[in-house]
Structure formats: structure tokens, C-alpha cells
């Protein structure tokens, strides 16, 4: 396993009517005598499937209050898994209460943009994930209607798979694939035009949902964050340029021209970078939300 191997990561808290369920990459999980889980994002940071010696301050908190937003806002399209966000007191702000779900074993991803792994699949078949696509797009152009790029689900460490609709439907059924595309590209065009109005583009985004004990599909995970998508300054935004993004970009950057080879334990991240990825994450609330965080 590459990465943190999460042994280095800081050892859970010990929450009073909480069991510590486990640690991934950003999150922590508890579980009570209830059966409901305590989801705390915590303010560590991953890039190239490592987990970072270097935490950005706020940035757990930031991720739960902006997912609450936009379950709120997207709560008339699917049910959400959140109970409450009363939550104790070592972990306030950065943490939700959720009811268990069945997880469904792929990453619903919607993409309204060409870039990333969906650019670089691109220029090899003119399609992504089995969509095909015009000829002429280049980095960072808009799609001519959004489309659904689901992807495997990878051990922490691991890289998620990029695999077409047919491949879905022999992972989660084709009854299920059907409608978690709809629920995707449906939650991603909504939240693309509210983004929109508030000066910013979604390029793309990941979803993950389950079932619920009733059956129900249900989303659960985070939703919108920096972190699971790729937000972009509507302002700065033309085909074939990078533009400004909201998100972890300043680390990758750093680490890309730090000389790290990827393979052995990531450095630690300088002040100045800590402070300008912090600063993005505030804003991109800021920007969404219309509040200060």
C-alpha cells in the first residue's frame, strides 16, 4: 500500500458514545450503540494517493459544512444520509451523525468538461468511459451535454478505474447503474448552474451513493467539496488553459516541482503553501455558500 499507510496518520479520538469504526484518507468513522456513524473529516490532506504529513486548518470543517449545503440544496433529487449535525464537542463543526448505508461498489462521476484522466482518455479513443465525444476538444472545453464517467472504487493508496457503463452494470446491476446515472448527471447539472451563478464553473464531480435499510438509494459521503470535485473560476475560464481552480492545486504544484518521486513519503508542506491551499478552500465556501467561514 503506498501513501501515509495511514499509520503515520494522528491516532483517533476517543469520543465518549463512540467506537472508532476506522481511518481513511480525510475521514474518521465511528459507530454507537444506535448503529448510526459518526462521519469527522479531518484537516489532513491527500495528493497522488498520499496522505500528506501536513494538515490545512479549517479544511475538515469546511468540507462538512459546505456538503451540508449542498445536500440541503440537492435534497428534493435524492435523500441524503445525514441525521444531524449536533455532534460532540471534540469534533463540532467537522462532523455529521449518518445513518449506515449499503455502498454501492463504483464512484458516480459526472463530467460537464474535458481535462484530467477524462482528457487523457480523450486524446487515445475521442470517447470517455464509452462516451464518445466531437473531435477538436482540448483541455478544458465544455462537453456538449454532461456525461456520466463512472469509475472503481481503489483501496486507499490504490487509483480509482475509470470504467464505461457497460462495466457498471455488471458491478451494481443494470436496474441500479440506470438510475444512479440519472440521479449523477441530474445532482451534477443542478449544482452546475447554482455554481454557476455564483461565478464559478463545475468541471466535474464525484458522487457516491448506497441503500439505506428501506432500500432506498441515497447519497451519502461528501457532495461538492474541493475535494471531490473540480470547481474553476468562471472569469479566468477558456479551452486549452488551466484556469483558476478551488481546490488542493497549490499542494499538487509544490510537490510536482519539489523533486518528490511519488514512491517514497511525501515532504511537508512550507507555510506559504499550507496558507494559500487553506485560503481556496474559504473562499470556494465563501463563493458557494455567500457566507464567511
Known sequence: MSGFGLAGAPPALAINGWQHLRTG???????????????????????????????????????????????ELLEDIVPNHVISDEVPSEVSDCAVIVKPLEMFAIECVARGYLTGSGLSEYKISQAVCGNALPEGLVD?????????????????????INIDFAAATKVVGAEAAEELRVLTIKLYDTAAEFANSRGIILADTKFEFGRDLKGAITLGDEALTPDSSRFWEATSWAPGSAPASFDKQFVRDFLTASGWDKKSPPPELPAEIIEKTAARYEEAYFRITGSKF
Do not use: C, M
Request: aromatic fraction near 10%; hydrophobic fraction near 40%.
Open 25 to 71: 484518507k480525510v475521514r474518521d468513522l465511528y459507530t454507537n450503540s444506535e448503529n448510526e456513524i459518526l462521519l469527522v473529516a479531518s484537516d489532513r490532506i491527500s495528493a497522488f494517493d498520499w496522505v500528506l504529513p501536513t494538515q490545512i486548518p479549517n479544511k475538515g470543517a469546511i468540507l462538512t459544512q459546505l456538503s451540508l449545503f449542498w445536500f
Open 140 to 160: 478544458g472545453s465544455q462537453l456538449p451535454e454532461t456525461i456520466f464517467t463512472p469509475a472503481t472504487k481503489a483501496e486507499i493508496g490504490d487509483h480509482d
